[in-house]
Structures are given as C-alpha cells and as structure tokens.
C-alpha cells in the first residue's frame, strides 16, 4: 500500500515535532492488545500486565477501544498544543470532544469488530459528553500503573529523537530530515510518500503543516491521522527504543553513592521501585520487614522521590520523575533543552 502526502512550501514551513503523553498511551495498549507482545516491550509489559489486571483496566472502556490492528479513534490523540504538553492538558481536551466527532469513531471501532460495538463502549455511545469524564479517569488510572513510573526515562529518549533530527534538518535539511524517519517513508522532492500504512493520509481539507510525534511503543510502524482542521499527524519509531527496558550500567554504583545520603535502605528501595511494587514485594526482595519498608517509603514519598498508587486491593509504589533522576540524571535534559523543530532552527 502506498499513500502520497504532497507539501506547499507553506506545509514545510509549519512542520514541527511534538511529545504526547496520551499518544504513548494509546501505542502501549496497543502493544498489549497484541499476541504476543512485541518482543521490545516484553519485559515492560511483563511489570505492568497483572497490575492493571489488578485495577480492572485490561476490560474496561479503553481496552475495548484500543484493538490489537484496525482503526484508532482519532479523538484519542489530540494535536499536542505546544512541544510537551501534560496528560491533562491532553485529557482536557478528549473531555471536550463533541458527540459526532466520538460516535464516528466508535462506528469505525465497531465495523472492524464485525459490525457490532463492544458492550464496554455502548455507554460513551449513547452518552458521549456524560461519560468522557469517566474516560479520562480511566486513562489517568492507566498512566499511573503503566507509564507514569517509567515516564522520565521514555520522556529524555523521545527528547532526545526530536534533539537529533532538529539537528540533522538544520545541517542537512528538512527534506533529509523527512526522508530518514523510518523505512517506510520516502520525501520525492514534492510529496512524502508512505508505504504499508496503518492508517490512511490524505491532505485534502486537514490543516496546513505537518505534526511528527516520536513514539517508543509505535515500533516497529509508522501510525498517522487526519482530522481537519488539524494538520496531518505522522507517529513514527523512537530512536534507541530497542534499548529502553535494558538495566542501566552502572545502577549498583549509584545505589552505593545514594546510600551515603538517604541511608542504604532507602537507597535500596528507591532502586527497587524502577517498576511499582506493593510493600509485602519489596520486603521480600530487600529482606526488610513490612513494617521498616512502609517507614522508609514514607519518608521518601515525603521527600518526592516516590509516590503511591492502588490497583485493586493494592497499594503500588514507584518512583518519581525525581527518584527517577537520581538513577537517570541524563533524562533532566529533556527540562534545560530548547528543541528547534525544522521550520526554526
């Protein structure tokens, strides 16, 4: 298959880069609908699976909505309004998505499910403005088990992509910059040209310019949407995300230069919570009784390195962006850059 996406030079002078926290969210459901899970993200997938079993959001509303292949519904992912927006700024937004526009996409959901909509999804049918809100509580429930512990460390790698290929368009071009995204998309000269879409891209009435989003859970496919009046969206693979889930080297040397600050069993634990773990796991892990971990974790949620969240009948820990920046100092880049897209160098 093979879409043309033709440019204006007005197109090339709006092209920018965006990160979105809800375009994260939809590609990893994605990548946990499927059968098997994509190797890359196997062992992610293998910390988050039984905690959102746990909450209920492997058969809720969003799982429904996001299927392994098929249609996406484009409300899910909003035009990011600036370079990073927050999740809520994101949810605010999906909240306020009119009633034909969230019908429409159940349509398509439900005429790839053989004509028929998933029973989860009859209510925000029937009742879009009424059950958004219960959507994006859902979502956020979603974040917080599955990505929110990690978000820092997938934050800096997509920092990072956008950094490299605002660089290669200021030395190189933005037409060598369009064409070294992925292998399947190709710039002629006048049009990008994608080969085995997912989704369909035409220009016709969308909005001028084009968004590239850099994805970790996209991989290994270059997703795209069109919904006038926003410009064309084209989600494409992350560099280094082939090295996301892999241990740090290093880590059992910064636990030991923590310890000297935070007391080696605080240093321990803050280690232990690069995935959420309850307090009965980390006592087994560490050794530690109940009693010390719930003491110790307190004492680092005060300080802002970990924060608390239940799935179910469990209380989860994990780290902050903070407590993630003592093991990944490198991911505060994201904060102190000033990205240039292609079109301000």
Known sequence: MRTELHFSARDLALTR????????????????????????????????????????????????????????????????????????????????????????????VAAEAGGRLPAALTPLYRDPAGQLPRLAAEIEAYWELALAPHWARIRALLAADVFHRSRQAAEHGTARMLDELHGTVRWDGTALRLDQRHCGVARLTAGAGLLLLPSVFAWPRVLTRVLPPDPPQLVYPARGTAALWEERPGSAARTDALAAVLGRSRARLLAELGSPASTSELARRTGLSPAAVSQHLTALRTAGLTSAHRAGHAVLSARTALGDSLFDPDGQEFDRMTVAGPSDP
């Open 17 to 108: 880069f965006a990160v979105s926290p809800m375009q994260e969210v939809v590609t990893s459901l994605r990548a946990l609908a499927r059968s098997p899970v994509p190797a890359l993200h196997r062992r992610w997938a293998g910390r988050v699976r039984e905690r959102l079993a746990a909450a209920g959001l492997d058969r809720g509303r969003l799982a429904a909505m996001v299927p392994p292949e098929g249609h996406l519904p484009d409300f899910l992912n909003p035009a990011p309004p600036g370079f990073s927006p927050g999740l809520a700024e994101e949810l605010a937004v999906i909240t306020a998505t009119g009633d034909r526009q969230v019908r429409t996409d159940l349509d398509l």
